[in-house]
């Protein structure tokens, strides 16, 4: 089944979950405030590019965002990802939320929410500590 | 009272300087180092450098259990994150957040701000409530508008005039709270007589507003 996905923030992650997600057959929509973000995309993607500000509810809106089942929220800024992701829970009750944060505290104000959070520092130290144990088993 | 002030310029140096007293503690919070100095030079008080989003900068420079946060930071969503960051985890017990997207102040709010505050909303509502009643009638917008408060003047060819509260029916959405008259102020019964250029008092809701002006200026 084809799936609907808005993806915001069209940086490295953004743009390589979107290459992935239009060659595995989903209707992609990305946005991004800055156009050469979409330089990031590659030939195989076939979905659509939005050049808008997030915080900006008229431009998820125009970007159908109620339709979504999943929206993955990856801009620079945690602040906005927070923000953004409150949005698409309380506001237009999209199934699947998925945010990146690089600051691991941010996981507090999230706790009652239906978001998925993933944590770059936090992945990090947990790959250095399996290194570091496998290392000891040798 | 306890009072954080996380962020902005000449703002925060308005905000330090009305409530800088012995009566209250002030938490000032700023991420800008220059913006930090100034502060101290010209307030005297002390300034913690760091963003007011970020965890251990609300722990570090102690604002738990603040009666008050004001966040004036640039970005909306900074002071969106730095207001909920004090809210959730600070036991803060007021946020106020101050915005530039007007379209925010009820968006915010839905998600969980005491208070937003937009200059481009103010603006807005005052000039609707402006333009919404005629000359003689002014309203005020109390509780974040949840309250509406009409002045109004009585003239000689309202039906109103002249005669004794209890006769007129008042609707019962709306309340007459203060008379205004010859500098005097009455605060009414039913035994008292509405003249001609008195000032009324009304407190009503302001989706009343409306009806209850439209109920005053019925002519005889």
Redesign the interface.
Known sequence: MSNKMLIIGCGRLGASIANEASLAGNSVVVMDSDKKAFDRLSDVFSGYKILADATDLTALEDANIKTCREVVITTGSDNVNLFLAHVCDKVYRIPHIYVRFDDPDKGLLIKEFNVEAIYPFQLSHDKFVALKSQEAKK | MKIVIAGGTYEAEYIIKMFHSSKNSLVVINSSKEEAETLIKREHVAVYVGYP????VLDEANVHDADVFIALCE????N??SC??AK??FGVKKCICVVN?P?NVD?YK??GIDSVISSTYLLGQSVKSESSVEQLIKTLSLENDRICMIEAVVLSKYRVAGKKLMNIAFPKYASISCIYRDSRIIIPNGQIEIKTRDKLLIVCAPEDQNKVMAFIQQER
């Not at chain 2, 989003?53 to 251990?56: A, L, P, Q």
């Not at chain 2, 970005?75 to 900074?78: A, M, R, V």
């Open positions: 989003w970020r965890y251990f970005k909306d969503t900074d969106y994150a909920l960051l959730k985890c997207n379209r968006l839905d998600l």
